[in-house]
């Protein structure tokens, strides 16, 4: 079992920055592919970024890339999304979740747990 728990949403102006973390329990968090997706009134959820337990290894979707960057500390089970340059089409839930694996899915529905979500408000 692994629970999540994410902080740092809030409002920003755009071209702002935001860094949003992620707590985990249980004693396999070194052994979890993590995720962020978010989710904006109206669309469906989105993968955001994922980084794998091997090797650091990072996936991003083409609409933040070179704006977000995720990393993770296996020490501190915590999982980090540094968002800099935010725009207005940013605003959304985001939700960090994990799965046992390797592999970066970005589908929401590979992903066994889930956090409860924040939110992220980026006004123009």
């Known amino acids: 079992q692994v629970q999540l728990v994410e902080s740092g949403g809030g409002l920003v102006q755009a071209g702002g920055s935001l860094t949003l973390s992620c707590a985990a329990s249980?004693?396999?968090?070194?052994?979890?592919?993590m995720g962020w997706f978010r989710q904006a009134p109206g669309k469906d959820r989105e993968f955001v970024a994922g980084?794998?337990?091997?090797?650091?290894?990072?996936s991003y979707a083409d609409s933040v890339k070179g704006r977000f960057t995720i990393s993770r500390d296996n020490a501190k089970n915590t999982v980090s999304l540094q968002m800099d340059s935010l725009k207005p089409e940013d605003t959304a839930v985001y939700y960090c979740?994990?799965?046992?694996?390797?592999?970066?899915?970005?589908?929401?529905?590979?992903?066994?747990?889930w956090g409860q979500g924040t939110q992220v408000t980026v006004s123009s």
């Open positions: 980084i794998s337990w091997i090797g650091g290894i990072t």
């Open positions: 249980g004693r396999t968090f070194n052994r979890v592919t």
């Open positions: 979740a994990a799965r046992f694996s390797i592999n970066i899915p970005t589908i929401g529905g590979d992903y066994a747990y």
